[in-house]
């Protein structure tokens, strides 16, 4: 893999404890996840190095809405702990994990599929983007 590449920034996402909101339905909150250090409070400490690239779009019929989705592809450096009921923050926008694949089986890279959501799960984090 070339690390260069790897030029946005991303925060891993894990889903903490269940609530139930006001109108009785139960939702997942979602906390930062730090993937290799120990003792960081700031959440800038949580972002990690990855490659953001959309790869295909759709538009479909819901509740006789027109919604659109996007699928993207997540490259980074290989993290134990990664699971599929994650999401990923980046730039203000939040990503649902569909797949990942440890590329080469080598624990050097991890491909990550995801769309990006419309609701926001995770609380406002500052610090995701590009330039942090």
Do not use: W
Not at 10 to 37: C, Q
């Amino acid at each position: 893999m070339n690390f260069s590449k790897l030029r946005h920034r991303i925060i891993f996402l894990r889903p903490t404890d269940i609530t139930t909101n006001s109108m009785n339905e139960t939702v997942p909150g979602y906390e930062p996840f730090k993937p290799y250090a120990k003792n960081q409070s700031e959440v800038q400490d949580y972002s990690v190095a990855g490659l953001v690239v959309p790869m295909s779009g759709r538009e479909y019929e819901e509740s006789q809405k027109i919604r659109a989705e996007t699928t993207y592809k997540i490259s980074t450096r290989y993290f134990p702990g990664i699971t599929a009921d994650m999401r990923i923050l980046h730039d203000g926008r939040e990503f649902e994990i569909i797949s990942i694949l440890d590329l080469d089986g080598r624990r050097e890279e991890l491909q990550i599929v995801a769309i990006e959501t419309d609701r926001k799960t995770a609380p406002n984090y500052e610090g995701d983007s590009d330039g942090n």
